[in-house]
């Protein structure tokens, strides 16, 4: 999830813990668990998706 905001112009501003916070120039951030082997479930996407402004199809697009 962090590469695919990283991609659409948001940057990593800092980690505490297994939480990275990104940001964007026009200033929104958001905060994304990176627990190791484990998904982020699909309600946790579309909360991320909605903070970024990212529509569900564009997000299966940059998925690929």
Do not use: N
């Amino acid at each position: 999830m962090c590469t695919l905001l990283e991609g659409v112009g948001f940057k990593k501003i800092r980690q505490r813990g297994s939480h990275v916070f990104v940001a964007h120039p026009d200033g929104r951030t958001i905060v994304v668990p990176g627990h190791r082997g484990e998904d982020l479930g699909r309600g946790l996407i579309r909360t991320i998706l909605g903070e970024a402004d990212i529509s569900l199809e564009a997000y299966l697009k940059l998925r690929r």
